[in-house]
């Protein structure tokens, strides 16, 4: 008998030996004579485990891990194949209890799957959605989005179908799906496997779109630090284009979309969707001023849609299954679920698909297990580098836009980063500035001009010159870098620094403010 | 860096390729970057001819994005992933082992020319940092040990 066996090609299985370990099994299996498939899957998405191999039994999926190189024999001498006893035996894959506890809709094929094979995606629900969406009228695609109450998951939460009835509304020869792939954030990868781990889901989700708004032609602009990301999502479009569900004429349709990849070059502010057109017209990722809005006037100068590789993979799901099944998950105005990604000094990191309503609590201590190092847990930082620091008496904060905000804090793309208490707030702040000096594309001064500005005025506090005045002065500046920038990247740098100075008062030699917001 | 040679009909090749399609530009300096190793200055003049922009623009665009070179790299690129979810788990001692195991700074290269060393900001390994890339090759977890170990493969297979 042939025994089915999985090994991640997820880059952070690859960064942890997969390959290595993929070659062993297929090196030991051939010198005993044993019948073995193997399959490169996606990751299941608990890294602690990676390279985590599976094996196909009749109950289901058997889970060992992680296993490197050295520990393929000794897998086999257990006999891994039938069960048998290993001390990296995990059990069944589904019943793990990180696994079991999640509510995986949208990440339903992520590390099950091989993730550019277009037969795998079929059999797993794959263009469900697309084949009912071309039966669909353009505005009644666009009413189930909107319908879903799903809204724009790289952190600007904006209704993903107000903004697609938009450019539906608009008229032109020429429109286009710009999808922001450009994931930069630390603390975030949940674009990067479902890129890696599922590229035909993102790649039906845009063709969706193109369906819903009259969009021909759709592009994905990833960051270069995601190399494997683009291999995928380029095998993954020629797979479709083979089959029918990409090119002139969609599944016999006579309708069009055609997809490219567009490399970025590692500016982490053309994660700005402005900022992204520039750079995919060849030009500077400067950011553009609104208006007029990409909507109407976006890529070469064509109504656009621009949304977020985790809102468009959403849209599949949304119309397989409904709108009403979308939003029954989550609470307020957030519906449905969202990836989130643990980070940082965490015991057991990973992808957490949950419905919105999950407090940081639990993500960190229930799916975490608390920091890696043994050490307290003494801030977070929710939603990349541009967000908010949140300190332990904050952790009871429910998942939800508005709950969010209502600390002074942000959902954002849905990245957590752990820090445990050796962690120097003070130091995290001047890194905020720094980062944004960095980063600034330079064309409004309160981010070029005033990130500097925010790293001299940390440099002093760090050394304890005069400090009540330069942190009196760093809450003036913040004010005007909040107010008075072009984009998120000079308006939110201020979130990690305040919330560092609110939260964290004692580590800027400055004397706790209950008041503070 | 007069004693620099690259293939010129490689680049004018790619320039031909590539400039009819919209937004030319990155995915021509892309290739350029990928076929020589970085993008000649002296090959600024045939992109801004070849996409119908001044040397200026081109020149802008070549500074403005952090992966663009505009000189040569060691024989292998090692970057160090320092941002938060890094710094969370150790990735500021790391790099000051680095520095001092290859004696040169950050965006340098070493004597020998063997290394060149890059900050980079996130490469999507938050959970398993601290996360580094050597060439075109990912490594998480990297402990100052593990570092050692991988620098020694890359010298022993120069």
């Keep these: 008998m042939t025994f089915t066996v999985f090994v991640p090609r997820d880059s952070t299985a690859l960064a942890l030996g997969a390959n290595e370990t993929a070659a062993a099994i297929a090196k030991e299996a051939k010198a005993r004579g044993i019948d073995i498939k193997l399959v490169r899957n996606g990751s299941r998405g608990m890294f602690w485990l990676e390279p985590m191999v599976e094996v196909a039994t009749d109950a289901g999926r058997i889970a060992f891990g992680p296993i490197e190189e050295h520990e393929v024999a000794g897998l086999f001498d257990a006999d891994f194949l039938n069960g048998g006893k290993h001390d990296k035996a995990l059990g069944l894959t589904e019943e793990i209890p990180y696994l079991k506890k999640q509510e995986r809709l949208q990440f339903v094929r992520v590390g099950i799957t091989d993730p550019v094979s277009l037969e795998d995606y079929l059999a797993h629900e794959g263009y469900v959605g697309l084949k009912k969406a071309i039966t669909m009228e353009p505005a009644a695609i666009v009413q189930e989005v909107t319908d879903s109450g799903l809204r724009g998951r790289g952190g600007a939460a904006f209704p993903t179908g107000i903004k697609w009835k938009t450019v539906l509304g608009a008229k032109a020869a020429q429109k286009y799906i710009a999808c922001n792939a450009d994931e930069g954030d630390s603390g975030t990868f949940s674009d990067r496997m479902v890129m890696e781990d599922d590229p035909f889901m993102l790649i039906e989700g845009m063709t969706i779109a193109g369906l819903a708004v009259g969009a021909t032609e759709g592009y994905i602009y990833v960051r270069s630090e995601y190399p494997h990301s683009i291999a995928n999502l380029n095998e993954a479009i020629d797979n479709a284009k083979a089959g029918g569900y990409l090119g002139d004429n969609i599944l016999g349709s006579g309708r069009t979309f055609n997809l490219q990849v567009r490399k970025a070059a590692g500016a982490y502010v053309c994660g700005e969707e402005t900022a992204m057109l520039e750079s995919i017209e060849g030009k500077r990722g400067m950011v553009r001023a609104k208006p007029p809005l990409p909507a109407l006037e976006g890529l070469f100068g064509k109504p656009t849609v621009i949304n977020n590789v985790i809102s468009l993979s959403a849209v599949p799901l949304i119309m397989s299954r409904g709108a009403e099944f979308y939003k029954n998950y989550g609470m307020g105005r957030s519906r449905g679920t969202l990836p989130m990604q643990l980070a940082g000094n965490l015991k057991y990191g990973g992808l957490v698909e949950k419905a919105f309503g999950v407090t940081l609590r639990e993500l960190l201590y229930d799916f975490g297990g608390g920091s890696e190092s043994g050490r307290p847990i003494r801030a977070v930082q929710v939603g990349g580098p541009l967000g908010a620091y949140m300190p332990e008496s904050l952790f009871d904060t429910p998942f939800d836009y508005e709950a969010f905000a209502a600390v002074d804090s942000t959902v954002g793309h849905g990245g957590l980063v752990a820090f445990d208490d050796t962690v120097d707030m003070a130091k995290q702040a001047r890194y905020a500035m720094h980062f944004c000096v960095a980063e600034s594309c330079g064309k409004c001064t309160p981010c070029r001009i005033g990130s500097t500005r925010g790293v001299e005025v940390m440099d002093k506090i760090i050394a304890n010159q005069n400090r009540p005045q330069q942190i009196r002065l760093l809450r003036d500046l913040c004010d005007v870098m909040v107010t008075g920038s072009l984009c998120a990247m000079g308006n939110m740098t201020p979130f990690p620094v305040l919330s560092a100075l609110n939260h964290f008062p004692e580590d800027f030699g400055d004397q706790p403010m209950a008041t503070a917001a | ?158």
């Design chain 2, 1 to 158: 860096m007069s004693t620099q040679t690259f293939d010129m009909a490689a680049i004018e090749s790619i320039i031909a390729k590539r400039k009819s399609m919209p937004g030319a530009l990155l995915p021509i300096l892309h290739d350029i970057q990928n076929t020589v190793g970085y993008i000649p200055p002296s090959a600024v003049p045939a992109i801004a001819e070849g996409v119908n922009i001044s040397r200026a623009e081109v020149h802008g665009v070549i500074t403005y994005y952090h992966f663009f070179r505009q000189h040569p790299a060691g024989k292998h690129v090692v970057q160090i992933c320092r941002a938060e979810a890094c710094q969370a788990r150790g990735c500021e001692e790391l790099a000051s082992h680095a520095k001092e195991l290859l004696g040169c700074d950050f965006h340098g290269t070493t004597d020998d020319n063997n290394f060149s060393l890059e900050t980079v900001y996130c490469l999507g390994q938050c959970a398993s940092g601290p996360a580094i890339q050597i060439d075109d090759d990912l490594y998480a977890r990297v402990s100052k040990e593990k570092f050692n170990r991988l620098i020694q493969a890359k010298r022993g297979v120069q």
